[in-house]
């Protein structure tokens, strides 16, 4: 059966549409857009689907606007970009290695973002916007040292996962030194942030990550096509006229900076970024990159996990890190498997 065709947009440019890859994320799109719905209408004052479209469409009374736009919709708008920026990030990192483990997650950014995250609450103890900026200086500090040690006349993708990996050693041995010289009330905050949280997300959080959504997608659509042919190699990419390492520090600075970011909204949300673009490759079963369906299904992931947690256990909801790090944890278990039957680990 026939997956791809040819779209002539209006300019009489010829652009190849794979068909199902399309369906998928149209798919991703209206789940992730209906959860948001039920997501704002959950809480300590449920307020029916039609009435959260009508008062975001204007028309609701003071009182539903006030909870709406105030309260509800901007931690929503935060889910939907920091799992948007994880699923790309992912995306990116896995298609630039080469290897399904090449995430944020295992390369040892989230761990970064949450060093400089702790030193600003144990050392300085720094507001929610100095954490905040801690975590993504933190974030991109750990992406520049690991390039600079995976550098070797070029970044190999398994040299990179494992300098990663060891970075990650690093940088978690010392998040517990910085736990252990605060006190018992830094402590407390820094535990609660580490699990990851959209509990009072609001506005000067949603801003930032637009911001950075309309600077950084330009760039990773300028260079998709380049990145489609890194994944067949460096020396073919070479002989196709890429410029292979120009390439790859780019998506790789773009990469680092939405996982740092998203870590600053949010905290360190756990297994979106390494979860996504695989689950987004299974369903369009399109041996590319797959950044759009990656990017929405990370969105998808976090507002619906963040569901099942106010749902679930209402008001004692579970961060939502902590609903993703045990999903995205069955799910690591179940590709290593699968990566050792199929040899490549």
């Known amino acids: ?81 920091v799992g948007g920026a994880l699923g790309l990030s992912g995306a990116l990192f896995q298609s630039i290695s080469r290897n399904p483990l090449g995430s944020p997650d295992v390369l040892g950014l989230g761990q970064g973002s949450t060093a400089g995250a702790l030193a600003m609450i144990v050392l300085v103890g720094g507001s929610a916007t100095q954490v905040a900026l801690g975590a993504l200086v933190g974030g991109l500090v750990t992406g520049f040292a690991i390039y600079l040690l995976a550098w070797k006349r070029g970044v190999h993708g398994y040299r ?22 605060a006190d018992f009330v830094d402590a407390a905050r820094a535990t609660v942030w580490m699990t990851g949280s959209l509990d009072g997300r609001d506005w000067t959080q949603v801003w ?6 309309l600077v950084v997608i330009p760039l990773v659509a300028v260079y998709a096509r380049p990145l489609r042919m890194l994944e067949m190699g460096d020396d073919a990419a070479g002989g196709l ?10 998506l790789l600075v773009a990469s680092v900076f939405l996982s740092a970011a998203a870590t600053a909204a949010a905290g360190p949300v756990s297994f979106v970024a390494l979860t996504a673009p ?43 890190g902590v609903v993703t790090g045990v999903i995205g944890g069955v799910y690591l278990l179940w590709l290593l498997v699968t990566e050792r039957k199929a040899g490549r680990i």
């Open 1 to 81: 059966m026939k997956t791809t065709k040819a779209v002539r947009t209006p300019g009489g440019i010829s652009v190849r549409l794979d068909v199902r890859s399309a369906v998928v994320v149209a798919v991703f799109v209206v789940a992730a857009l209906v959860a948001s719905v039920v997501l704002i209408g959950t809480g300590d004052f449920p307020i029916p689907a039609m009435d959260v479209l009508r008062t975001l469409a204007g028309q609701g009374d003071p009182g539903q606007e006030f909870i709406i736009n105030d309260l509800r919709l901007p931690r929503v708008l935060v889910g939907l970009l």
């Open 208 to 213: 930032p990550l637009l911001v950075l959504f």
């Open 278 to 320: 695989q689950i987004a490759r299974r369903l369009t079963k399109s041996p590319g990159p797959n950044l759009i369906a990656a990017t929405w299904l990370g969105a998808t992931l976090l507002i619906v996990a963040d569901l099942a947690s106010q749902r679930a256990f209402g008001a004692d909801q579970l961060p939502v």
């Open 241 to 250: 006229g890429i410029r292979v390492e120009r390439t790859r520090l780019l």
């Open 160 to 181: 990179l996962v494992l300098v990663g990996i060891g970075v990650s050693a690093f940088m978690t041995a010392i998040n517990g030194y910085l736990l252990t010289k």
